[in-house]
T-cell receptor
Framework: NAGVTQTPKFRILKIGQSMTLQCTQD?????MYWYRQDPGMGLKLIYY???????DKGEVPNGYNVSRSTTEDFPLRLELAAPSQTSVYFC???????????????FGPGTRLTVT | GEDVEQSLFLSVREGDSSVINCTYT??????LYWYKQEPGAGLQLLTY?????DMKQDQRLTVLLNKKDKHLSLRIADTQTGDSAIYFC????????????FGAGTRLAVHP
């Protein structure tokens, strides 16, 4: 099992450019998440998906879009990149979580994005 | 609203115990978690505690939960340089969709 993989590891974008951050998991998890991590701010949820074809906004969705055409893949699209989107982006996946059992999110290694 | 708070830095000497503290706002959280993030890596689950427990011990790790005060702590005994990392407290919320609310993370620095 590779777990959760993300590409690229690093990227520098110019203001106004677009890019897609890739995320793939091989654990057959229903739930997938995109977070951004800013220094001293913890993780903020951008978008999440509860299954193929179903996505919804998290806390900070502006400037981003997602799609979920398969169980395995959950790409995050940045349109018109802005300096405020400079951050480290983490993808995570999980089972839904059952009553009486712990709920664990598995994280990818992250993508460090700089917008200048 | 839902919030998780923790102090940002902790510095300890190698061999001492480390205690990282966390407070959360929603008393309905059924599970509380500690994640560890090493430099340049993603978060990995370290341990968790169910809300009907007061304490959980796992080798060098001890988790204490005070549900009345909504306070969670992680104690690392005999702290080693390999324990240097950022430690995130997280609370599980099931309203609407299952999610974790993370604290800002505590950076633990272990010095000789």
């Amino acid at each position: 099992n590779a777990g959760v993989t993300q590409t690229p590891k690093f990227r520098i974008l110019k203001i106004g450019q677009s890019m897609t951050l890739q995320c793939t998991q091989d654990m057959n998890h229903n739930y997938m998440y995109w977070y951004r991590q800013d220094p001293g701010m913890g993780l903020k949820l951008i978008y999440y998906s509860v299954g193929a074809g179903i996505t919804d906004k998290g806390e900070v969705p502006n400037g981003y879009n997602v799609s979920r055409s398969t169980t395995e893949d959950f790409p995050l699209r940045l349109e018109l990149a802005a300096p405020s989107q400079t951050s480290v982006y983490f993808c995570a996946s999980s089972y839904p979580g059952l009553a009486g059992g712990p709920y664990e999110q598995y994280f990818g290694p992250g993508t460090r994005l700089t917008v200048t | 609203g839902e919030d998780v708070e923790q102090s940002l830095f902790l510095s300890v000497r190698e061999g001492d115990s480390s205690v990282i503290n966390c407070t959360y706002t929603d008393s309905s959280s059924t599970y509380l978690y500690w994640y560890k993030q090493e430099p340049g890596a993603g978060l990995q689950l370290l341990t968790y505690i169910f809300s009907n427990m007061d304490m959980k011990q796992d080798q060098r790790l001890t988790v204490l939960l005070n549900k009345k005060d909504k306070h969670l702590s992680l104690r690392i005994a005999d702290t080693q340089t390999g324990d240097s990392a950022i430690y995130f407290c997280a609370a599980f919320f099931s309203g609407g969709y299952n999610k974790l609310i993370f604290g800002a993370g505590t950076r633990l620095a272990v010095h000789p």
